[in-house]
T-cell receptor
Framework: DARVTQTPRHKVTEMGQEVTMRCQPILGHNTVFWYRQTMMQGLELLAYFRNRAPLDDSGMPKDRFSAEMPDATLATLKIQPSEPRDSAVYFC??????????????FGPGTRLTVL | GENVEQHPSTLSVQEGDSAVIKCTYSDSASNYFPWYKQELGKRPQLIIDIRSNVGEKKDQRIAVTLNKTAKHFSLHITETQPEDSAVYFCAASTGANSKLTFGKGITLSVRP
């Protein structure tokens, strides 16, 4: 049963520190998404990639957040410097684009980030 | 851009009763509408989806209906069980090259 994996599952850090979150999409999936979930804002899309190319990162604070896909098996989300308001659960999801049909997104278990 | 709203924000039903959760969307070009279920501390998981060329879709105890004219779609759960208690998210997309826009989620509680 293929699943999206994310590391770390939990991260507690101090304000100003760099945070790196990693995601391994399901093998064969060509689209990767990064979401942030908070009680107040719900699920917000931060960025997404297709065939490793960034398609949309308009939801991401550009001054401190960056997302990359160094290869097809790894996506990273970095926050530098981190702030308390970044505390949230960060989900990675992957999907497979088939022609023009939108298909299911499979979510990873999430990284719970706490910035003190 | 697309705006998806869910009503109500919380819903409590008696076990065995039906539950209906409604979502509205703003972009008439949206053509894909999935529903995700998220249990406490877990990841969101797709439970059912519908495309704009279909008005209704069923899968055992759950069904989704779509009204394109009114720009709303609803999740119907029949014979609710305690394990249906979770947060349910609806979403909409205008196509494969577009992002999913999620609603804020509805917390469904099923009372035993």
């Amino acid at each position: 049963d293929a699943r999206v994996t994310q590391t770390p599952r939990h991260k507690v850090t101090e304000m100003g520190q760099e945070v790196t979150m990693r995601c391994q999409p399901i093998l064969g999936h060509n689209t990767v998404f990064w979401y942030r979930q908070t009680m107040m804002q719900g699920l917000e899309l931060l960025a997404y990639f297709r065939n490793r190319a960034p398609l949309d990162d308009s939801g991401m604070p550009k001054d401190r957040f960056s997302a990359e896909m160094p290869d097809a098996t790894l996506a990273t989300l970095k926050i530098q410097p981190s702030e308390p308001r970044d505390s949230a659960v960060y989900f990675c999801a992957s999907g497979r684009l088939s022609g023009s049909v939108y298909n299911e997104q499979f979510f990873g278990p999430g990284t719970r980030l706490t910035v003190l | 851009g697309e705006n998806v709203e869910q009503h109500p924000s919380t819903l409590s039903v008696q076990e065995g009763d039906s539950a209906v959760i409604k979502c509205t969307y703003s972009d008439s070009a949206s053509n894909y509408f999935p529903w995700y279920k998220q249990e406490l501390g877990k990841r969101p998981q797709l439970i059912i989806d519908i495309r704009s060329n279909v008005g209704e879709k069923k899968d055992q105890r759950i069904a989704v209906t779509l009204n394109k004219t009114a720009k709303h779609f609803s999740l119907h759960i029949t014979e609710t069980q305690p394990e249906d208690s979770a947060v349910y998210f609806c979403a909409a997309s205008t196509g494969a090259n577009s992002k999913l826009t999620f609603g804020k989620g509805i917390t469904l509680s099923v009372r035993p």
